[in-house]
């Protein structure tokens, strides 16, 4: 893997620096200075909150823990990382820089954080300096100008073949962890449990991770961020519901899949529905593709689904249009994916920012934009039992359009999602997600 990185590299740092050139003339910077960010103590302790680098930085080097580390770059220079390796005794210190990156960088090591003002930019009033309020050194104080964002962001939205390759391997690794989940559910393992078993094959700890693992049995399905792991099994495990990835220097892979017990053939039944229509949607991942009308689609082929298996009487456009449909998914169909889990720029409008709103009626839709080539998105379909949305719908006017019998004996399963990653190229999407699964 580390000859292939070493291929791709040179040609994705050209594409960075080429962006910075251009966002740096269009905010009429001089030039573009990155903070890897600081740890954060927690409130009334000494004790700091797990580190999270910088975007940005991680954009440019495949380096996540190094904390008070800057990079430097002017247009026509080699760029300069500033890398930070305390003298400590209390910490593990970083390595020192190695790998298949570094020979692209000028790389100066400092030993206090203070230093690093000796190897910015002279002139801080014309460097664009992107990073947290608590990162400012000094004068070098995060400006995080928009034009420059914007630019960047709207960017970043198309993947280069390195970023892509890093994609592929966090998703390899996620669905690494996903298969020994199941496992541990199929043995009866509690939520504690089958999150252990997630770590273990994953190889990475919960601070790693590119968000809080979502491990779900029965009813915890229909939380949408369920989070708190019983260390218990329940009495009788209906359905496991597990949203969890991976990181791979730095980019991060979003898998979701539902699993019914053995005997629950209903469940199954409404589990491969949602699959098939999932598929069907990973299908229009397609240059051109309004993503807001993807979503509005899913919400007609879903409510056609909750039709066909009587869950409701009206017709698939009577529930998208009266809202019954959002209350058995209440949720956006996905989101971009990247160096962050929901990356940036899902609603900006163009290079210079502005907001693509969402359609009327669907307040948690991510993403807004019309798809391209090298865009990588989450689709994440789902129907749910969600006890406060139904209570809502049992009591507004179209109560009497649901089959409530069949609904109430679906609330212990919790729900469904099912979500893959997913590449737009010039024809066949990529499914980064299946592709992994048919190689483990």
Request: proline share 7%; aromatic share 10%; hydrophobic share 40%.
């Amino acid at each position: 893997m580390s000859d292939l990185l070493a291929k791709l590299y040179p040609q994705h740092l050209r594409t960075l620096r080429d962006r910075a050139d251009a966002a740096l003339a269009r905010g009429g910077f001089d030039h573009l200075v990155v903070a890897a960010g600081v740890l954060r103590d927690q409130f009334l302790d000494d004790r700091p909150y797990p580190f999270a680098v910088n975007p940005h930085f991680k954009h440019w080097l495949p380096v996540t823990k190094a904390p008070g580390s800057w990079i430097a770059y002017t247009p026509g220079q080699k760029p300069k990382l500033i890398y930070l390796q305390p003298r400590d005794y209390w910490h593990v210190v970083p390595e020192a820089p190695a790998g298949y990156w570094v020979e692209h960088f000028d790389v100066a090591i400092i030993h206090e954080a203070r230093d690093a003002l000796a190897h910015l930019p002279k002139s801080l009033p014309r460097c664009a300096i992107i990073g947290e309020d608590i990162a400012a050194l000094g004068e070098a104080k995060p400006n995080n100008p928009d034009r420059v964002l914007n630019y960047l962001h709207w960017q970043r939205s198309y993947k280069t073949d390195y970023e892509l390759a890093m994609l592929r391997v966090a998703s390899k690794l996620g669905v690494r962890a996903h298969c020994a989940a199941e496992a541990a559910f199929r043995a009866g393992k509690s939520e504690y449990d089958i999150n252990t078993a997630y770590l273990n094959a994953v190889h990475e700890t919960e601070n790693e991770l590119p968000y809080g693992n979502i491990i779900a049995l029965n009813q915890h399905g229909a939380i949408l961020h369920y989070t708190d792991l019983n260390r218990a099994p329940p009495a009788h495990a209906d359905s496991f519901l597990i949203d969890a990835g991976a990181s791979f220097h730095g980019y991060a892979s979003d898998i979701t899949r539902t699993y019914a017990a053995t005997p629950a053939r209903e469940f199954q039944e409404l589990i491969d529905a949602v699959d098939a229509a999932q598929r069907g949607f990973v299908q229009r991942v397609r240059r051109g593709q309004n993503y807001a009308d993807l979503h509005v689609h899913a919400h007609h082929v879903l409510a056609g689904i909750l039709r066909e298996q009587d869950f409701i009487r009206l017709s698939a456009e009577g529930a998208v249009e009266s809202g019954v449909s959002s209350a058995f998914f209440p949720h956006g169909l996905g989101h971009p994916l990247g160096l962050q889990v929901h990356d940036v720029a899902g609603f900006q409008k163009d290079e210079s920012g502005g907001t693509i709103p969402r359609p009327p009626g669907h307040p948690y839709l991510r993403f807004t934009r019309t798809l391209e080539p090298r865009m990588v998105t989450t689709i994440e379909p789902g129907i749910y039992f969600i006890d406060m949305l139904l209570a809502r719908l049992k009591a507004g006017p179209h109560a009497q359009d649901v089959n409530w019998p069949k609904v109430d004996a679906f609330r212990r399963y919790g729900g469904i999602r099912i979500e893959d990653d997913v590449v737009c190229t010039e024809g066949e999407p990529e499914n980064l997600t299946r592709d992994a699964f048919a190689a483990a």
